[in-house]
C-alpha cells in the first residue's frame, strides 16, 4: 500500500515516547571513508534527501504489528535521475535521553554496550594485579563504548551479531527500545553505526544498507566495506519491526526480546542429514580410535596437536565428555571413562583442592593459579558421573579416592566463599585465595554444590550453593552481563557462562523446589537466547558452507571476542530449556533447543559428506568423520592477507573441538521427540519427520536420511510434565523408536 502522511506521524510518534527523533539519511564515501552525509527528518510521507546533487526519495509506511506488540515500518528509498557512485542510504535514530547508564545489548556483540575496562590480554600471568574485587576487563579490540573521555562508537555488520538487532534500557525514562531488520538487502549485509557525543548526553543509532563499517573492522584490520554504485531509479526497502515499551529493569529487556526474537523470521528450514543415533555410532568410534591416549588413560579434547587440544580438565572437554560417554558408550568406552577417573586423582588436583586445567606429554599445566571454570564444570559432572555408576553399578562402582577428589573440590568452593562471598575467576594453588575476581567462570559450581549436598549428605553444600546463585543472580544476571566462561577471552560477555549459570538455576530449582530458582532460571534463558543465531545466514555461494547449504538457525556464539557461531553449546546440551518447558508449558523454550540440537549434526564431517579446509597446505584439509570444528563464521574477523591464516566467511579450520562432546551430550540428554497428547505439542529435535494420527492414538515417525535412526521418545501429557523432574539423569534409558533408513515407523500413545 501506498505511504501515507499518517503513516509517518505514527511512527515518529512512537519514538518520541522515549525522545527518539527519526530521520532517514544517506551517506557518501571516498572508499569506506565518510565523505558527506544528509538526513531529513521523519515526519511526512516522503523525504528527499540531496546529496552533493545525487537526490533520493524515501517513503515511509507503517506495515502493520507483530504478534508481540511491534510495529512494522517499511522504508523504501528510490535514487533520482542523478545517483551517486558510492553511498549508502538508511535510519538514524537521535536518542535525545542518553547517559552512560543507558544498557545497550546487540546480540553476541554488546553487552551493557561493552562499556568495560580493557584488562590488555587474557593470558592471566599478566593479570595479576586485577585482585579479588574488581570485575574483569574485556580484550583489546573488543568494539565498545568508550569507559573513559574521547571518542564512543561501535560500528559492526549484521553478520558479526547472533541477530540484527539493536536493544537498549533507558534507567530514567524506564522505557525500553526494540529495532529489529533483517540481515540483508538486496544490496548487502546491514550495518548498524552507533555513536555517542562527548559528553554522553546524547547518541545517534544508524541502520545502514549495505552496512559499511568505516576505517577498521572490529578484529583491527582495515575495512573492506564499500557502499554501492547507484543508478537512476534504482531501489532498496528497509523492513524494521519497533518496540518502544515500558521496561523497569534490564530483565525486562531481555524478557521483551524473548517475547520478540522471531518478529521477522520466516519459518526455519530443516535440513535431515544424519539421526542422532548414528552421529553417536560414528563420534563414540571417532573417539576411541583418535582421542583415547593408552599410555596416561583419557580422552583428549583433539588431536592434540596443541596443547589446548590434548587434555583438558573440563570446558571443552574433559569431565564434559566422560559424563555422555559412562552413559551412552560401549563397555570398552565406559571401561577407558571409568580409568580416567583414575588419571585424574594422579595429579590433577592442586593443594588449594582446585583442579589443574590441562595436561600434555606428561606434564601438567602449574603456573601457580587455578582457573575456575575446570572445577565447577568438573564438580558438575562428576557428581552427575558417580550417581549414574550407582545407579546402574550400586555404590561399590565409585571408588573412594575418586570421592576424595570430588569433595576436595566442593571444600575448596566453600572454603572461597566463607573468606570472600564469591568464587571469583582464578583461585591461588597454594591456599583458599582468589587471585583474580569479577567473573561468572564457576558459573556451574552453584548447581555442582547443590548435587554434592545430596551425594555427600553435607547440607553446607546447599547452603552456599544457594548463596552463591544468589550472588551471581543479582550481581550479574540482573544487571545484563554474564562474563568469564571461557578461558581465552578474559571478563568479555559470553554464552558459556550464561549456559552454564542456566545448568546451576535449574539444578536448584529441582533439589529446592524453590520457584525463585525458577524465575532465575528464566531469566537467564532469556538473556541466552540472545547468543543463539535465528535465521539462515546466506554463505557466500563460492565457500565451502555456501557450496554445502550448511544453515546457521540454532547455532551459537561463544563471546563476543571470538566472533564467530558454533554448533552447539560450550560444552552442555542445553537441557534446562527442556526442563523449563515442562515446568512452564511455555514451548519457546522447546523450540530453542529444538533448534540448537538440531543445527549440530549437519556440521559433523563425514566419509560421504566431509567438510574441507581450501586453505593451502593445512595438515587436516579434509576433516575424518566424527570430527566437528567450532567454526560456523558468518562475519570475517578471521579474514587477513595470508591465505594460509585468513579463515574467510563460510570457511573453517581442519579441527577436532568441544563441539563433539556437545553433540555426545545432546544425544545423551535430551529426546530425539517430544510429544503431549492433550496439548497437540509434537516437536522434532532429532533429524526425523513426525506427525499425529488423526486421533493422536500414535505419532507417525519418518527416516527420510540415508542413516538408520533410533529416536529417543519423551510422550507424556502436560500434568505429567508439570508434575515430574528430570533430575540430574534426564533421558538417559529413555525408550527409543528404530526407523530404518529412508522408513517409517509408529509409536502407540496410551489415552
Known sequence: MPATQTDAASFSAL????????????????????????AAEISTAWATLDLS?????????????????????ALHFE???????????????????????????????????????????????????????????????VPRLNVDQGPSRIQLLSSDMSSPVVAIHSPTLKKGLILMTEDRTA??????????NEDRTAATLTIKVPGVREVL?????????????????????LRLVVHVFDCPNVQALYDKLFDARNDLRPEPTRHEEIPFAS????????????????KYGYYSVGMREVRSQDWQTAWVGGTNTLYPLLASGEVITRRRAMRTFDFMTNGSQQPSGFFRGSFTEGQWDDNGKALLRYSGDSLFFLIKDFLLLEERGGKEAVVDPWRRMTQR???????????????????????????????????????????????????????????????????????????????????????????????SFATLWEVTGEERWLKAARDVAHQAATWVVNYDFAFPPESTFGKMNMLTNGTVWANIQNKHSAPGICTLSGVPFLKLFRATGDVRYLELIRDIAHAIPQFMSRADRPIVDIRPGQRWPVMPPGWINERVNMSDWEMRDDPKEEIGVGEIFGG???????????????????AQPDTGVLCALDHVEAKWTKDRTGIEVKNPTKFDASVKMLVETSAQAKGTKLGPLPLVDAPRLSVPAGGVAMWPVKK
Open 187 to 196: 544490496l548487502g549485509l546491514t550495518g548498524f553505526d552507533i555513536v555517542e
Open 279 to 294: 552421529v553417536w555410532d560414528i563420534q563414540e568410534r571417532k573417539n576411541n580410535e583418535q582421542s583415547w591416549v593408552e
Open 656 to 674: 577436532s573441538t568441544w563441539s563433539e562432546p556437545a553433540m555426545m551430550l545432546t544425544w545423551t540428554e535430551l529426546p530425539g521427540l517430544y
Open 409 to 503: 573440590v566442593a571444600d575448596a568452593f566453600c572454603g572461597l566463599w566463607d573468606k570472600y562471598g564469591q568464587f571469583g575467576h582464578h583461585a591461588s594453588a597454594l591456599r583458599d585465595e582468589i587471585v583474580i575476581g569479577g567473573s561468572c567462570t564457576a558459573s556451574m559450581a552453584p548447581g555442582g554444590l547443590a548435587l554434592a549436598a545430596g551425594y555427600f549428605n553435607e547440607p553446607r553444600y546447599l547452603d552456599i550453593a544457594k548463596k552463591a546463585g544468589v550472588h551471581y543472580h543479582d550481581n550479574f544476571v540482573a544487571r545484563g552481563i554474564t562474563n568469564g566462561g571461557p578461558g581465552d577471552a578474559s571478563g568479555c560477555p559470553d554464552s558459556e557462562s550464561c549456559a552454564g549459570l542456566l545448568e
Open 53 to 73: 546533487g545525487a537526490t533520493w526519495r524515501c517513503e515511509t509506511q507503517v506495515v502493520g504489528d507483530t504478534a508481540s506488540g511491534g510495529r512494522k515500518i
Open 15 to 38: 519514538l518520541k515516547d522515549a525522545r527518539i527523533t527519526a530521520r532517514c539519511e544517506a551517506r557518501a564515501y571516498e572508499g569506506n571513508r565518510p565523505t558527506a552525509q544528509i
Open 79 to 141: 535514487a533520482g535521475a542523478k545517483a551517486h557512485d558510492n553511498a549508502s542510504v538508511g535510519l538514524r535514530l537521535e536518542l535525545a535521553d542518553w547517559s552512560t547508564k543507558h544498557y545497550l545489548l546487540m546480540p553476541a556483540a554488546v553487552y551493557a554496550g561493552n562499556r568495560f575496562e580493557v584488562s590488555g590480554t587474557w593470558r592471566y600471568e599478566d593479570l595479576s594485579h586485577i585482585g579479588p574485587n574488581r570485575t574483569l576487563g574485556v580484550t583489546p579490540r
Open 217 to 237: 573492522r572490529h578484529n583491527g584490520q582495515p575495512s573492506r566495506d564499500r557502499g554501492v554504485s547507484w543508478k537512476p531509479g534504482q531501489s532498496v526497502t
